[in-house]
């Protein structure tokens, strides 16, 4: 099993470009989740799919952020028009529905991106 | 609403001291799962301990031990004989039994371990 990978896990960008990160989650979890921490803080939940249907999006969710999971495997978060305050970790998580684990979700590295 | 507080920021201790790590949590579901997580300089969440909300019985293991309890609302975390690769962010989080089960966490403690 290769856990849960991302890429790319570090971008540099400048304020008002695009970014498109990439989560493949392990290949049996229904459940994908992407969580944003920035410096200092504990992760925040962002947004969340079972299989491909986005289910659950936070507020922190702005209209220049679209996550996708098009398959119901892989998933994309994309970012338009990139500002400073969007400098953060990302991370990516996934799980399957199993209550004896306790719905453990699965961590990936995550992208660190830096807006400049 | 539901929220997880790790009130201590940054804790310091001697490499072979216990150390300790508060989690205070709030939520009104009756089913509901703690975990800790440990995060080291490079970035990746590595889990160490889980718990749910109809177990309460402490346990060890090996340098780890945690002390869940109910009636106070806490999940507290303990390393018996620290050691210096224990130096992290250490982070406390909720899910709850029912909808997506996303995770709250706390805003992480600091620990580091001096040689």
């Known amino acids: 099993d290769t856990g849960v990978s991302q890429d790319p896990r570090h971008k540099i960008t400048k304020r008002g470009q695009n970014v498109t990160f990439r989560c493949d989650p392990i290949s049996e979890h229904n459940r994908l989740y992407w969580y944003r921490q920035t410096l200092g803080q504990g992760p925040e939940f962002l947004t969340y799919?079972?299989?491909?249907?986005?289910?659950?999006k936070s507020r922190l969710l702005s209209d220049r952020f679209s996550a996708e999971r098009p398959k119901g495997s892989f998933s994309t978060l994309e970012i338009q028009r990139t500002e400073q305050g969007d400098s953060a970790m990302y991370l990516c998580?996934?799980?399957?529905?199993?209550?004896?684990?306790?719905?453990?979700?699965?961590f990936g590295p995550g992208t660190r991106l830096t807006v400049l | 609403a539901q929220k997880v507080t790790q009130a201590q920021t940054e804790i310091s201790v001697v490499e072979k001291e216990d150390v300790t790590l508060d989690c205070v949590y709030e939520t009104r579901d009756t089913t509901y799962y703690l975990f800790w997580y440990k995060q080291p300089p490079s970035g990746e969440l590595v889990f160490l301990i889980r718990r749910n909300s109809f177990d309460e019985q402490n346990e060890i293991s090996g340098r780890y031990s945690w002390n869940f309890q109910k009636s106070t609302s806490s999940f507290n975390f303990t390393i018996t004989a620290s050691q210096v690769v224990d130096s992290a962010v250490y982070f406390c989080a909720l899910t709850t039994g029912t909808g997506t089960y996303k995770y709250i966490f706390g805003t992480g403690t600091r620990l580091k371990v001096l040689a």
């Open positions: 799919f079972q299989n491909e249907a986005q289910l659950e």
């Open positions: 998580a996934s799980s399957f529905p199993d209550p004896t684990s306790y719905n453990e979700q699965f």
